[in-house]
């Protein structure tokens, strides 16, 4: 199996709302893009994967190397095998990728987080930054697009956390702020058991409407000029958003599923965008 074959197999494999964004991409921008996504995926599957703490450290310290190796000239893993040539091209720094590694371990580190902005420190490492580097992947001329990425990986990161608070709870992780959980009389026990109330859906609530003006937020930063090319993030953000309203609908039925989109569905409003350069 070659580099390339190894990350699209990869990438394709995650069912990712990303996967279905990059397919409009040509073919040189969604290689790189496609390779990068690949290695966020290797080291958030380290601390998903790996159940003893010490393992997945040393794994990721493995990666922190293989990354200075791979700068250095010298990749010897697949996925940076598959990526590097694409670091001239697009301006990628190995700062941008040690950013990430160092966001998947705050994971073996950090369980809770006392206030919003202990978590954005979270989120800036594991969604603004790799919102960076897409931008820069998908084509970036104005400067003011950078904000834009990191506000939208912000806004994609809490729609993750809503998502998921049943199954991070099942690994011992709650990313709702302590102080909002106190803010709405939530006890941390009521999550890890699974038990819903009034008081969880309106914490729940407060979390979406965050997210949702974040989207906004973001949107409005992104200038004109680089609209066409920034149309898979566009495209990311509609699928997103699409499901975090999906999410609302379902009264944040969280804690013992994992409510998705059909991969019909995220093509079609990735399709949408591309065609008629509207989101859902």
Same mark, same amino acid.
């Given at each position: ?99 990430? /590694? ?5 994971? *073996?580190? =950090? ?7 202990? &978590? @954005? +420190? ?51 992780? /709650? ?5 909002? *959980?106190? =803010? ?7 999550? &890890? @058991? +699974? ?51 999906? /999410? ?33």
């Amino acid at each position: 199996m070659t580099p390339e074959q190894y990350v699209q197999q990869k990438a394709a494999a995650s069912g990712s709302s990303f996967y279905y964004a990059f397919l409009f991409l040509p073919p040189p921008r969604r290689a790189a893009i496609t390779a990068f996504y690949a290695f966020c995926r290797e080291v958030d599957d380290v601390v998903d994967e790996v159940s003893e703490p010490a393992v997945a450290s040393a794994k990721l310290a493995w990666w922190h190397t293989e990354v200075a190796r791979a700068f250095a000239g010298e990749p010897s893993h697949p996925v940076m095998r598959a990526l590097m040539p694409s670091v001239p091209a697009y301006g990628l720094q190995q700062e941008q990728l040690q950013a990430v /590694i160092r966001g998947c371990e705050m994971d *073996l580190e =950090q369980t809770r987080y006392l206030d919003f902005h202990g &978590l @954005q +420190r979270y989120c800036h490492l594991v969604a603004g930054v790799v919102g960076e580097v897409s931008a820069r992947i998908f084509g970036q001329s104005r400067p003011e697009t950078t904000e834009y990425a990191h506000k939208l990986g912000l806004a994609f990161q809490l729609t993750n956390i809503i998502r998921d608070v049943g199954e991070d709870a099942m690994r011992g992780r /709650i990313y709702l702020p302590v102080n909002e *959980l106190q =803010q709405f009389d939530v006890k941390a026990h009521e999550i &890890l @058991q +699974r038990k819903y109330s009034d008081r969880f859906a309106a914490l729940m609530r407060f979390q979406a409407q965050r997210a949702h003006a974040l989207y906004d937020e973001a949107l409005a930063l992104l200038p004109a000029q680089d609209r066409r090319a920034q149309k898979p993030g566009l495209m990311m953000a509609s699928i997103y958003r699409t499901l975090l309203r999906e /999410i609302e609908g379902e009264d944040f039925r969280v804690l013992h599923q994992r409510i998705s989109l059909t991969p019909l569905r995220k093509l079609w409003l990735a399709w949408r965008v591309q065609a008629l350069g509207r989101m859902a």
